[in-house]
């Protein structure tokens, strides 16, 4: 087996070396950046190959993500929780984490409803959101914020955007799309903009459980 391997190690160096690649010419044709907009209906052309083009690589990405979040719980579960919570104590520095969540959450709304017509994205909005949570949790009480994450069901609702994201996802794989309306409106790319806020919902929730356990067993973020 070991030589086979091999083997076909050798014959795939042969081949980058000896065969070349065929390649379209573009040179009297649209650019790569003007078909992939054109195809998707979307002037951000990069939200138009994460959600379109690579659209497979994107829901193994949402699902590596779901993964580690469940593996830090899984991780942990079995540890002794952390008696010493590290917060900010001093009011200039939590009036100024509270600020910086305040524009963190505004970055990051925006960024899940127009990052389809502007740099940015779900993950971008998501991270936005995650950073927003984790300002809020060092300056607010642990019990207050693992109260309000039971209260609005986020772990339920986290769960609910992976879920609704693959379904959405294997429809438009399977060749359904909806029509892509006016380009550069808000509501426009078809799919695209539903599939933004859905990975934004998945990454901020998913950042804020992260948050809750190292909060609970480590008693730092």
Known sequence: MKWLYIAAGIALYVKMLLLQNPAPDLSQQMSITELVVKDCGLPNAVSGIIFRNRLYDTIYEVVVFTIAILGASFLLANERQSCAIYQFK????????????????L?????AIRGHLSPGGGFAAGV?????????????????????????????????S????????????????????????????????????????????????????????????
């Open 128 to 160: 936005a959101g995650g950073t927003a949570i984790g300002l809020v949790a060092i300056t607010s009480s642990p019990q207050l914020m693992q109260k309000i994450y039971k209260r609005w069901h986020a772990a339920t609702w986290e769960k609910v």
């Open 90 to 105: 001093d009011e200039p520095s939590i009036v100024l984490a509270r600020l910086g969540a305040t524009i963190s959450a």
């Open 162 to 221: 992976v879920l609704v994201f693959i379904v959405l996802s294997v429809i438009t794989l399977a060749g359904y799309e909806l029509p892509h309306g006016e380009f550069g409106a808000l509501f426009s790319g078809g799919i695209v903009p539903i599939l933004n806020i859905l990975v934004a919902v998945k990454v901020a929730l998913g950042s804020w459980a992260v948050i809750l356990v190292f909060i609970r067993y480590r008693g730092l973020l």
């Open 107 to 111: 970055v990051g709304i925006e960024l």
